[in-house]
C-alpha cells in the first residue's frame, strides 16, 4: 500500500496560529526520500538523517489537512484519455464480452503474449489464461465488427455524474466536495499517522548543497579508455584539472539523495515566499503540520 502526505500551513499572528490556503506542491506529493527528512520513521529505507516525530502541536489551528477532493480526482479522470473497445454505433463493449473471446493455442498465446498484440491492427488486446481449464484466448475485437480507439472518458460520458455512478462508481460524499481535506481526529479514524510539525528555522537546518561530491585523482590512461568503452563520462563525473599523468575529479556519490535535497529545498524556498507574502519577521512563526496514510 502507497503513503501519502497531507499537509497545511499555518502562520502566527498577534501570537495565535491562523490557516492559510498556500502550500507548497512538495507537501502534497509522494516521495518517499522527502517523507524520511520531514520525519525519520516514515518510510527512511535509507536511515536519512530526518526529523524527529512531534505528534500534531497543540495549539493547531484548525482540524483539516489538504487532500485531493473527490471531484478534483474524478474530474482529472474524466478528461484522461484510454483505450476502449467500440462497436458501429459508438458503445463501450466490455473487455470481458464473451463474443470476442477466440481461444488460440499455447504457441500463439506465448507469443502474442510478450508483444504489444493490441497494436495489431487494433484487433487484439493482450491474451488472457484460463487458469482452471488451461485455455487460452484473445479479445478479438474485429469479431464483432468493433475496434479499439483512445477517447477521454468524457467524450463516453455525458456528465461527471454519469462517468462516478457508470464507470468509478465512488460513494459520494457531498461535504467532501468543496473544502478538499482531511479531518485530523486520528483516533475516531485511524486514517492519518505520524503527524509532526515543523517550524521555518527547522527547515533551514535542514538545506544543504544538493551535490554530494567525492574528489580524487585519476590516472588519464586509464580514464581515457573508460570514456572510450562507455562512449563517453558518466554525468556524475566532472573533471576538475588536469596534470601531466592524471585527472582530479569529482564524482556525485549518491545522485538520487541530489535530487531529494533539490525537492526540499525547493519546498523551503516557497515557504520562504510565503512567509514574505503574509509579512511574516519570525521563522519561528510559519510551521508545515503535515501527517500521513498508509
Known amino acids: 500500500m502507497g503513503c501519502d502526505i497531507h499537509a497545511i500551513i499555518e502562520i502566527r499572528k498577534n501570537g495565535i496560529w491562523q490557516y ?14 522527502l517523507f524520511s527528512i520531514l520525519n525519520k520513521n516514515v518510510r527512511n529505507y535509507c536511515m536519512r538523517d530526518g526529523f524527529s516525530e512531534k505528534g500534531l502541536p497543540p495549539d493547531i489551528s484548525g482540524k483539516r489537512f489538504r487532500f485531493v477532493s473527490q471531484k478534483d480526482s474524478l474530474t482529472k479522470a474524466y478528461n484522461r484519455k484510454d483505450v476502449f473497445c467500440i462497436d458501429d454505433d459508438g458503445n463501450i463493449v466490455s473487455m470481458f464480452d464473451e463474443r470476442m473471446r477466440t481461444e488460440i493455442d499455447v504457441v500463439l498465446y506465448e ?20 487458469e482452471k481449464t488451461q485455455r487460452y484466448f484473445v479479445q478479438d475485437a474485429q469479431k464483432i465488427g468493433a475496434k479499439f480507439v483512445e477517447k477521454k472518458y468524457s467524450d463516453i460520458y455525458e456528465t461527471l455524474d454519469e462517468f462516478n455512478c457508470q464507470y468509478y462508481r465512488y460513494q459520494w460524499y457531498e461535504e467532501e466536495q468543496d473544502f478538499g481535506y482531511y479531518e485530523v481526529d486520528f483516533t475516531a479514524t485511524g486514517f492519518l499517522h505520524s503527524a509532526s510539525y515543523l517550524t521555518l528555522t527547522e527547515l533551514l537546518t535542514k538545506v544543504t548543497s544538493p551535490i554530494h561530491e567525492k574528489t580524487f585523482s585519476i590516472n588519464k590512461e586509464f580514464l581515457n579508455e573508460i570514456e572510450r568503452q562507455m562512449g563517453g563520462l558518466p554525468e556524475t563525473l566532472t573533471l576538475i584539472k588536469e596534470t601531466e599523468t592524471d585527472y582530479e575529479v569529482a564524482f556525485v556519490e549518491d545522485p538520487c539523495d541530489t535530487y531529494v535535497q533539490i525537492a526540499y529545498n525547493s519546498g523551503v524556498e516557497e515557504i520562504l515566499k510565503i512567509k514574505e507574502k503574509y509579512g511574516i519577521n519570525n521563522d519561528e512563526d510559519i510551521r508545515v503540520v503535515f501527517a500521513f496514510d498508509s
Open 111 to 130: 507469443t502474442l503474449k510478450n508483444i504489444a498484440a493490441e497494436k495489431q491492427g487494433e484487433r487484439y488486446r493482450l491474451p488472457v489464461k484460463d
Open 20 to 33: 492559510i490556503e498556500d502550500l507548497p506542491d512538495i507537501f502534497l506529493d509522494r516521495n518517499y526520500s
